[in-house]
């Protein structure tokens, strides 16, 4: 008996999977692991330069609000971040694995930039932004709708097929870089410097303020469509079930196309915004990564446009006082990235805690008297 109970007894750890939690307990377990998180960075940069901690966590802040440009600039990439995180969210959303933002922003980055280039002294400014606008839809659109149609017709694997797409479109702009810029210097440089043609008009004084507003306006209506509109529905059927989505008469194929495509062309819109509204030039590594973290953050908002919001500006923020930290405190550049990767590691950790509870087994009786 006593080696048969040895052998059913539970084990030391176990983990199980959460039930429905109160969103409010949600924000409380992720908001415990991102502060860990950022003691967890504080502690390390202690670790590296003797500072007292308060100034870590002071040059932390700083980073982001210490100066009204510094407030600006976070809200001009938070918005960069927050738009890429709602294109993906449809195709995630219909658990189509795009990890191919970052090539659909850039090329849709690409097609402004060739507008700007080419018919840039030919057409008014205002007219130019709004054929760079309609080229940057329709070159993302097409990035990631070619994709979306293997996956359709042939099922191929489209995690691999977009993350694929990411690299021929780096090389494609490296490509055109080379033949712009003769002198074999592979720095394209600021595009209409002069005239200004094709960049957004700056709005009470803040060059950054038409990018914001365009983004919020996204947000909207991304919510809207995918909470109320009947194309909304037919993607979350899709997501949760294919054989369902086919029994209830939705033609899956036709839904697969169309939201890879709508996800595409909002990363073209994102790669317009990056070329009139911010760079106003390209280069191969213009998206900054931002791609890749917006899968991140559209995951840890569990698709809800709103949440995003909140989670673009926390992980921007986090950003940008990393990289403080390490300018501040005399670190190397690296070390910036480097605490940033651990905080947002953190913060997807985070997600865990939500969705699963970690137990140890409580001795009884039998095992304290063996």
């Known amino acids: 008996m006593k080696n048969n109970y040895k052998a059913h007894k539970e084990p030391l750890v176990y983990i199980t999977k959460r039930g429905e939690m109160p969103r409010a307990k949600q924000m ?8 860990i998180g950022i003691v967890f960075c504080a502690g390390l940069t202690i670790l590296l330069t003797n500072e007292n901690p308060l100034k870590v966590f002071k040059a932390m802040f700083m980073g982001s609000f210490g100066s009204p440009r ?29 990890t191919g933002a970052e090539g659909q922003v850039l090329i849709g980055m690409l097609a402004s930039i060739a507008c700007m280039i080419y018919i840039g002294d030919a057409l008014p400014s205002w007219l130019l932004i709004i054929i760079s606008l309609f080229a940057s839809i329709v070159a993302g659109s097409v990035w990631a709708g070619i994709p979306g149609f293997f996956k359709a017709i042939w099922n191929t694997n489209e995690t691999l097929f977009t993350l694929m797409m990411n690299y021929v479109a780096a090389q494609l702009v490296s490509l055109l870089i080379m033949y712009w810029v003769p002198s074999g210097s592979m720095v394209l440089g600021l ?55 086919r029994y209830i008469g939705i033609n899956v194929k036709k839904v697969i196309i169309r939201t890879v495509i709508i996800s595409g062309a909002l990363c073209g819109v994102m790669g317009w915004i990056l070329a009139a509204g911010t760079d106003h030039s390209i280069n191969s590594s213009a998206v900054g990564g931002n791609g890749f973290t917006a899968i991140m953050v559209s995951w840890m908002s569990k698709f809800n446009p709103i949440t995003m919001i909140f989670s673009s500006i926390l992980v921007c923020f986090l950003q940008k006082g990393a990289n403080e930290i390490a300018s501040n405190l005399g670190l190397n550049s690296s070390v910036g990235e480097v605490l940033t990767g651990i905080i947002i590691l953190f913060i997807v950790s985070s997600e865990f805690f939500v969705n699963y509870q970690i137990h140890f087994r409580k001795k009884n009786r039998k095992e304290k008297a063996e």
């Open 70 to 98: 510094k407030i600006w600039n976070l809200l001009q990439a938070s918005a960069i971040l927050l738009g890429i995180s709602l294109a993906v969210t449809p195709a995630f959303k219909m658990r189509f694995w795009n």
């Open 191 to 245: 595009v209409n410097s002069n005239s200004q043609n094709g960049w957004f008009p700056t709005i009470l004084g803040q060059k950054y303020l038409l990018n914001i507003l365009i983004v919020a306006f996204l947000t909207a209506a991304i919510y809207i469509y995918l909470k109320k509109s009947k194309q909304g529905y037919e993607i979350a059927v899709v997501g949760e079930s294919e054989n369902t989505a």
């Open 28 to 35: 409380l377990i992720k908001s415990i692991v991102i502060l």
